[in-house]
């Protein structure tokens, strides 16, 4: 079956330009989770989703940074007034059910560069 | 503070050998612990994972090994091949009400295979 997909793969934004990234989940996962990954580093949480409700967002770093999912499948994450250190790659992942010790499946990421 | 860390920014094992990636936590509260595996531009793929009332758990050619009192686990990779070059991310969650969890990720290791 069809994974977890992204849009776009690749963003080139200047400085002060909004952007918005797409997730199209597994279908049927409850579950939807966002990181941020800068370079030579880890994937790092961002925020969390169980169907339409953002259950967790404390990982955004700052008030610009902005993720729904209306109806409970795609999700978008919307960055706004961007700058460079927005500048990383953006992992969607989505899970199943739930809970907590349940497997996130990764996409295969947006890469952002802000000039 | 990393809460999950991965001490060794890159192994090179010789292919027929055994790999051993190791990772160190701090959070006493994790209970969940996952290994991924990343191409460049692709996104994490999960791996294998342990929960915290394991010590060990193999799946082919891939074992981890969870030691709870030195909050230390390991993957062991036996025989390493070639298509095992990859970066490798060791992630944990914490169980939170039951529900599901952003993870913590390490920096991961990058795993080179030598023929």
């Known amino acids: 079956g069809a994974g977890v997909s992204q849009s776009p793969r690749y963003k080139v934004a200047k400085r002060g330009q909004d952007v918005a990234l797409r997730c199209d989940p597994i279908s049927g996962h409850v579950s939807l989770f966002w990181y941020q990954q800068a370079l030579g580093q880890g994937p790092e949480f961002l925020t969390y989703f169980q169907n339409e409700a953002q259950l967790d967002k404390s990982g955004l770093p700052s008030d610009r940074f902005f993720a729904e999912r209306p109806e409970g499948s795609v999700s978008t994450l919307k960055i706004q007034r961007t700058q460079q250190e927005d500048s990383a790659v953006y992992l969607c992942?989505?899970?199943?059910?739930?809970?907590?010790?349940?497997?996130?499946?990764f996409g295969p990421g947006t890469r952002l560069l802000v000039l | 503070d990393q809460q999950v860390k991965q001490n060794s920014p890159s192994l090179s094992v010789q292919e027929g050998r055994i790999s051993i990636l190791n990772c160190d936590y701090t959070?006493?509260?994790?209970?969940?612990f996952l290994w991924y595996k990343k191409y460049p531009a692709e996104g994490p793929t999960f791996l294998i994972s342990i929960s915290s009332i394991k010590d060990k758990n193999e799946d082919g050619r891939f074992t981890v090994f969870l030691n709870k009192s030195a909050k230390h686990l390991s993957l062991h990779i036996v025989p390493s091949q070639p298509g095992d070059s990859a970066v490798y991310f060791c992630?944990?969650?914490?169980?939170?009400?039951?529900?599901?969890?952003?993870?913590?990720f390490g920096k991961g290791t990058h795993l080179i295979i030598q023929p």
């Open positions: 959070n006493s509260m994790f209970d969940y």
């Open positions: 992942a989505s899970s199943l059910v739930g809970t907590s010790q349940e497997t996130q499946y």
């Open positions: 992630a944990a969650s914490v169980l939170y009400g039951g529900g599901a969890d952003g993870l913590t």
